[in-house]
């Protein structure tokens, strides 16, 4: 009799694991880092590149090909399955920046992901994605390049950033520093009296992201050559 009520209760806990799973699921998410950089309803999708120099592959900034797990040329009718569906959409002629919100990073300011869609070719079947930025610290580099890294450590791995544009932004001016033939740009900013980066823009190697940005931001000025 003892022995049958012993396998019995085996049986009913080997019927249950999903609870568990479950328990183990919710302490993940809890102990997340406050800012993911990603929308609340992001879905992570197993995509390359693959993680470098310790820089998690959802962390991940590669110049000319992807940020997270998100890359250039991917089909944007795949965009809401992995982000979720954006807070903002700036549409015309079949060209789009959609805006994702993400929560506040740890200087407390707002952070978002932008996303740049046109049609992949002449037969305006499919539209894919072509520019990305990003105003969170989350995402770097493999040199861990990006938000609030000051302008001196971004030429020390980008020697070939040149300013191409500006906008203000309230009070201050923040200057874009593109380096064209790695396929990333960055923004920068004066705070307490150095130059430090608060967006970060790829693009595909060997385009000017300006090619491109103007559409997200159309009062940039041009930088006289």
């Given at each position: 009799?003892?022995?049958?009520i012993l396998i019995?209760g085996?049986?009913?806990m080997?019927c249950?694991?999903?609870?568990n799973?479950q328990?183990?699921n919710?302490?993940s998410v809890r102990s997340?880092?406050?800012?993911t950089?990603?929308?609340?309803?992001?879905t992570?999708?197993?995509?390359?590149?693959?993680a470098?120099?310790?820089v998690?592959?959802?962390?991940?900034?590669?110049?000319?090909?992807?940020?997270?797990?998100?890359?250039l040329?991917?089909?944007?009718s795949?965009?809401?399955?992995?982000?979720?569906?954006?807070d903002?959409?700036?549409?015309a002629?079949?060209?789009?920046?959609?805006t994702?919100?993400g929560?506040?990073?740890?200087?407390n300011?707002?952070?978002?992901?932008?996303?740049?869609?046109?049609?992949?070719?002449?037969?305006?079947?499919?539209?894919?994605?072509?520019?990305?930025r990003?105003?969170?610290?989350?995402?770097k580099t493999?040199?861990?390049?990006?938000?609030?890294?000051s302008?001196?450590e971004l030429?020390?791995?980008?020697?070939?950033?040149?300013?191409v544009?500006?906008?203000?932004?309230?009070?201050?001016?923040?200057?874009?520093?593109?380096?064209a033939r790695?396929?990333?740009?960055f923004?920068v900013?004066e705070?307490?009296?150095?130059?430090?980066c608060?967006?970060?823009?790829?693009?595909?190697?060997g385009?000017?992201?300006?090619d491109?940005?103007?559409?997200?931001?159309p009062?940039?000025?041009?930088?006289?050559?």
């Amino acid at each position: 009799m003892k022995l049958w009520i012993l396998i019995a209760g085996l049986s009913l806990m080997a019927c249950h694991p999903a609870k568990n799973n479950q328990a183990g699921n919710d302490i993940s998410v809890r102990s997340a880092p406050v800012d993911t950089g990603q929308p609340a309803a992001a879905t992570p999708v197993a995509d390359n590149p693959i993680a470098e120099a310790g820089v998690p592959v959802e962390q991940l900034i590669v110049p000319g090909q992807s940020v997270g797990k998100t890359p250039l040329g991917l089909d944007a009718s795949l965009l809401a399955q992995r982000l979720g569906r954006p807070d903002f959409s700036d549409a015309a002629m079949g060209k789009a920046w959609l805006t994702w919100y993400g929560q506040r990073d740890e200087h407390n300011n707002r952070t978002e992901l932008n996303i740049y869609t046109t049609y992949k070719d002449s037969t305006m079947q499919t539209k894919v994605v072509r520019q990305i930025r990003t105003t969170s610290s989350y995402f770097k580099t493999k040199e861990k390049m990006g938000v609030y890294r000051s302008l001196d450590e971004l030429q020390k791995f980008f020697p070939d950033l040149k300013a191409v544009g500006y906008y203000k932004d309230g009070n201050r001016i923040i200057t874009i520093y593109d380096a064209a033939r790695s396929g990333i740009a960055f923004e920068v900013g004066e705070a307490n009296g150095q130059e430090i980066c608060t967006g970060v823009i790829v693009h595909p190697k060997g385009k000017e992201v300006l090619d491109v940005y103007l559409y997200f931001r159309p009062e940039v000025e041009r930088m006289e050559e």
